[in-house]
């Protein structure tokens, strides 16, 4: 089945450790998307890449960074994690971008920050 | 700017119960909307959505009507199961081209007993 794959479902680091999170598609569409979502919160945008086109969030901290070497991956990382990094990070694609297309999420990554 | 409002959980109810999870959004233009699904350490999965004004969605005995006329888009569902106990987000797509951009609201958890 075509899908989005997060590795590792759950990552735990130290404050101010580098972490980087991967996300892999089968389904090959042109968009990818990174969310943060906090305990109880709803997901929030921090960047996407159309294609190698790269967009990020006018408030994503710079802490935050994203990578994509090829359609089917795309990698979040985390410079210097902070307590308040700590959530759900959720990897979603759509086929091209637009209002309409549905977007398809990842199961997600747990990270924990000690 | 864009935003969703949804009503407040916990929602709790009997199984076989009627269910209605009432969602109200503010966008300009022309969005699309969405309810997704989130069961417990889980990624979020499309339960529904509707593309343009009065479209109805439906999928698995839920329901969803897109009302321009009162920013609405509640859901509901005849006879809830246990199984349908899950965290419901109702989200709005907005932007143009391949910009397209989701905001979600805040999320209203269902418990459904035996």
Known sequence: DA?????PRYQVTQFGKPVTLSCSQTLNHNVMYWYQQKSSQAPKLLFHYYDKDFNNEADTPDNFQSRRPNTSFCFLDIRSPGLGDA???LCATS????VTDTQ????GTRLTVL | GNSVTQMEGPVTLSEEAFLTINCTYTATGYPSLFWYVQYPGEGLQLLL???KADDKGSNKGFEATYRKETTSFHLEK???QVSDSAVYFCALSHGSGNTGKLI???GTTLQVKP
Not at chain 1, 3 to 7: A, D, G, H, K, Y
């Open chain 2, 49 to 51: 959505k509707a593309t």
């Open chain 1, 95 to 98: 086929r091209d971008g637009e």
């Open chain 1, 87 to 89: 959530a759900m990070y």
């Open chain 2, 78 to 80: 005849g006879s809830v």
């Open chain 1, 3 to 7: 899908m989005v794959i997060q590795n």
């Open chain 1, 104 to 107: 398809y999420f990842g199961p």
């Open chain 2, 104 to 106: 979600f609201g805040q």
